[in-house]
């Protein structure tokens, strides 16, 4: 429904503001990068607005601190509804390497709604580009969670109780117990 | 004097032509060295616990289930792509690599679980592992990491109810 939303929303232009909540500066040079000629945004119509009211999306940079968690609050609060917040690099979307520090409340999520996800120390430009295009629907994402396993839960577990004597054997009958 | 010197900036940016890369339509290649997201080779780790000791951001949780079987966990939201976890593991089943694609609208898509079966020593009943591995990674004892809150445990006890996990801290608004 969201990206249903967003490509009606956001087909054409998408403003977006730029918040800094006390990151490293990395992120935001690589939020820079995406708007020079270079990678040029702006032919997609991502535009760089300098007020949260003026903005559809909002780019988070840095984890929630405690000293600039109200200003991100009131940021997002002012931006006008239907809004977009993306956490870029992993400082707002995991709290950062600092996550357990005393001035670090963590994630960005745990002050605004988080709508996408772009994670690295900082990411390239082009997965800043990668995400927008994942939030307008351009693209499909590629990552799925991955579970590998050596074993099936519950392990039969030995029991001395499950030997059974057959004939001069003594087999180990294998039971569904942990 | 200011129309020459715009004239003269006109002719630098006509110079350098264009130089807009044609990324979303066209794949990147990156760099030779670039780190990109660790991936976990399950066939080749041991489930020593050296990359979860040496990961900065404390990404990577172990959680023993019961003797024979290991849980790490590589939750990926605040991994820095630092490369550690692929430098000090001995099995070398950490590979740094190109994806950096990973945006995604749900946080967990970046997680990796692994489940490893430890063999127990017949003699001593615990797991094994080779002894210059575990003297060099640290991993003494059972670890339990919180892994249903996703959270890095320091010490056993602080599942007691008297010493709790150091806890989210609350914000103060005013
Ligand atoms: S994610 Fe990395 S580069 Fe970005 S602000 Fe945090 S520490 Fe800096
Ligand atoms: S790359 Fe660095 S931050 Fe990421 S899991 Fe490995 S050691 Fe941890
Ligand atoms: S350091 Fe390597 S072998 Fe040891 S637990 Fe990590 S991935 Fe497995």
Known sequence: MLKNLCQKMFGRSLWVYHANSGGCNGCDIEVLNVLTPYYDAERFGIKLVGSPRHADAMLCQGPAMRSTAQALKRAYDAMPAPKLVFAIGSCACGGGIWFDSYSVLGPVEKLVPVNFYIPGCPPRPEAIIYGVAVALGLVDKKTAPVQFKQIELPIPRYHPGDLRGRDELVVYEKVEKV | ?174
């Open chain 2, 1 to 174: 004097m200011s129309v020459l010197s715009k004239l003269k900036e006109a002719l630098v940016c006509l110079k350098a032509g264009r130089v807009t890369l044609p990324y979303p339509a066209q794949a990147m290649p990156v760099p030779e060295k670039f780190r990109g997201r660790p991936i976990f080779d399950v066939a080749k780790c041991t489930g020593c616990g050296g990359c979860a000791n040496n990961c900065p951001a404390r990404e990577i949780l172990v959680f023993d289930v019961c003797q024979e079987v290991r849980v790490l966990q590589y939750l990926g939201r605040r991994c820095a792509y630092c490369g550690r976890c692929a430098d000090v593991c001995p099995e070398k089943a950490v590979t740094m690599s190109h994806e950096f694609e990973n945006a995604t609208n749900a946080i967990g898509d970046i997680k990796q679980r692994i489940e490893l079966f430890m063999s127990t020593c017949q003699r001593c009943g615990r797991c094994f592992k080779e002894p210059t591995t575990l003297d060099q990674l640290k991993m003494k004892g059972y670890r339990f990491d919180d892994v249903a809150h996703e959270r890095w445990v320091f010490r056993s006890k602080a599942y007691l109810d008297s010493e709790p996990v150091v806890d989210d801290i609350k914000i103060e608004w005013e």
